[in-house]
């Protein structure tokens, strides 16, 4: 499957950005999908994800702020993110793999290119 991010750009802090994945082929209901994120000189980290029937996980950071959804109709995962702060900055990337719902980097089969997120303070 090939996953397509988009939707980044720069806000300032307490504003809101969403964030889009879009994916490729027909088995998009088979996949659990999750958002990452990086910022130079840093591993990328978990964000959120969300199962294929739709439960959701986040990263305690982004709990309370942030949404991640699925439209399986659309192939298309989003990120809502809202009260932004200047460390969300980074470059935020969606992922998906076949089966149960993860929160590692290595359990992703599949990536998007990225998207930069700036939050100004």
């Known amino acids: 499957v090939q996953l397509q991010a988009s939707g980044g750009g720069l806000v300032q802090a307490g504003g809101s950005l969403r964030l889009s994945c879009a994916a490729s082929g027909r088995t998009f209901n088979r996949y659990a999908m999750g958002w990452f994120r990086q910022v130079p000189g840093k591993e990328r980290e978990f964000v959120a994800a969300i199962r294929r029937s739709g439960g959701t996980s986040y990263a305690d950071s982004v709990k309370g702020r942030f949404t991640i959804s699925r439209d399986n109709a659309k192939n298309t995962v989003y990120l809502q993110m809202n009260s932004l702060k200047p460390e969300d900055t980074a470059v935020y990337y969606c992922?998906?793999?076949?089966?149960?719902?993860?929160?590692?980097?290595?359990?992703?089969?599949?990536w998007g290119q990225g998207t930069l997120v700036t939050v100004s303070s």
């Open positions: 992922a998906g793999r076949e089966g149960l719902i993860a929160t590692t980097t290595y359990e992703y089969d599949y």
